[in-house]
């Protein structure tokens, strides 16, 4: 059986981390502390340059021994203020949008990519960008876990941990690396004598590689990709979205929005899902009787 490029929905986001990492105090083996005032080499602190030094020491006690070094801020890395919100919640918090920049090959250096599968991995088992990609057969003791993985937002959520079957580290959504799955499809779409075509349902008319790019105008903007060449984008029209509620479709900025005021946030979503619907109606006609006319190119 071929993998399911939709198995890219448990890819998950792994951190590199030691295979011998412990997390069970029961098991960690007896131990002395250092003395605090006594350096490295035998002399007891006694004056303001000597606990200059011995600071030093003790933080690289830490980094060594117990939490280990933050990674170098990458040259590339900057951050922008979006926008800010004092009065947001009701006024009880101040809320600010960031956007962060970063070189998707530089990202490649801190993350990884795996896709969790059932069946043989096809298109997906051979590398196609700086990512490093490992494919894990996806089986009964670590299914939960993956489909846990997939739906938890990176850096903020605790992680999945140490995923059974798959490389020892903390597992995220793979939303970070993957965001709409920009995916070397002509390893399917042009395998064998026969010419695919990949149906892509989305909600934006260009497609973004990672979370972190959709910020960046340059990597967001419709452009021309090789791998886009046999995909048939669908996606709703300007005209469309305005006919919704607020001028576009449900998200989680509306929890902001609405704040308490449930009743309103459920009523707009419910008339966005059934605008929604008949939306999915047409394109269903459309797919049954297509009109050219219609295409227009990345």
């Known amino acids: ?108 250096g801190y993350l990884e990519r795996v896709v969790f599968t059932a069946g043989v991995p096809g298109s997906l088992a051979q590398p196609f960008d700086d990512f490093d990609t490992q494919n894990v057969p996806l089986q009964p003791d670590n299914e939960e876990d993956a489909l846990l993985a997939s739906g938890t937002i990176p850096l903020l959520c605790t992680p999945v941990r140490d995923i059974a079957g798959a490389p020892p580290g903390n597992y995220w959504d793979g939303a970070l690396v993957d965001y709409h799955l920009l995916l070397p499809y002509e390893r399917v779409t042009r395998a064998g004598h026969r010419r695919r075509i990949v149906l892509y349902p989305h909600f934006n008319d260009y497609v973004t590689p990672g979370w972190l790019d959709k910020h960046l105008p340059w990597r967001k903007a419709p452009r021309g990709h090789p791998w886009l060449d046999d995909m048939l984008l669908v996606a709703p029209s300007p005209g469309f979205l305005a006919t919704l509620p607020n001028g576009k479709l449900p998200d989680r900025q509306d929890f902001y929005r609405y704040g308490r005021d449930h009743t309103a946030r459920i009523r707009a979503w419910e008339r966005a899902i059934g605008e929604c619907g008949r939306f999915a109606e047409a394109v269903m006609r459309w797919l049954e009787r297509p009109d050219p006319s219609l295409l227009q190119p990345i």
Do not use: C, H
């Open 1 to 108: 059986m071929r993998t399911v490029l939709l198995a890219m929905l448990l890819g998950s986001v792994a951190l590199a981390q030691q295979p011998s990492t412990n997390y069970d105090e029961a098991k960690v083996p007896a131990y002395n502390l250092p003395e605090l005032l006594l350096m490295d080499n035998g002399i007891r602190v006694s004056t303001a340059a000597d606990w200059t030094a011995r600071r030093a020491e003790i933080r690289s006690l830490l980094e060594t021994e117990m939490f280990g070094r933050a990674p170098g801020r990458p040259k590339e890395m900057r951050f922008e203020i979006d926008s800010i919100d004092k009065a947001a919640l009701g006024g009880k918090a101040i809320r600010k949008q960031v956007s962060i920049y970063i070189s998707r090959k530089r990202l490649a």
